[in-house]
């Protein structure tokens, strides 16, 4: 029962992150057999922050590896969040800091994650994106900043 509970767990947290929309890559690397090495960069939209979106650059392996799912990437990634629309909060108030997105970069161990922080006193949300592993992260981050408009505060849990 409590495997079933877990997984149920699971899904629903993965349900309610964001999701990537890819906008391009770029050849880094050609490889003659499986797909080239590459920089993608992948768009994603806050799911609690209506207007605001991300956008992720980070490199992603190719070859056989990379085709089959079994390569580990590079832990570098870069990022920058814009509003994109008008800015407005849906639902509960937000965390003080919250993951918006999370996603597998290696089989098992590794993820590159985007973090959602609040800055109420300067009423600005900050995105941090970082790669860590089960044991061993990378300090390598990338971070940005979104002004809210003075007339839109931003709900924050107390």
Do not use: W
């Amino acid at each position: 029962m409590k495997k079933i509970f877990l997984v149920l767990s699971l899904v629903l947290c993965a349900c309610s992150m964001a999701s990537s929309e890819e906008v391009g890559a770029v050849d880094t690397v050609f490889k003659l057999i499986g797909p080239d090495h590459k920089i993608v960069v992948e768009a994603y939209d806050d799911p609690r922050v209506a207007g605001v979106t991300c956008y992720v650059s980070r490199a992603k392996t190719g070859g056989i590896k990379g085709a089959l799912g079994l390569a580990e990437d590079k832990s570098e990634a870069s990022i920058a969040c814009r509003q994109t629309g008008p800015i407005s909060f849906s639902g509960k108030p937000l965390d003080q800091q919250d993951e918006m997105y999370s996603e597998r970069t290696s089989l098992v161990f590794k993820k590159l994650r985007v973090v959602r922080m609040v800055d109420a006193k300067r009423n600005t949300l900050v995105y941090l994106t970082y790669s860590d592993r089960l044991i061993d992260g990378s300090p390598q981050n990338s971070v940005t900043a979104v002004p809210v408009p003075v007339s839109t505060p931003i709900p924050v849990k107390p």
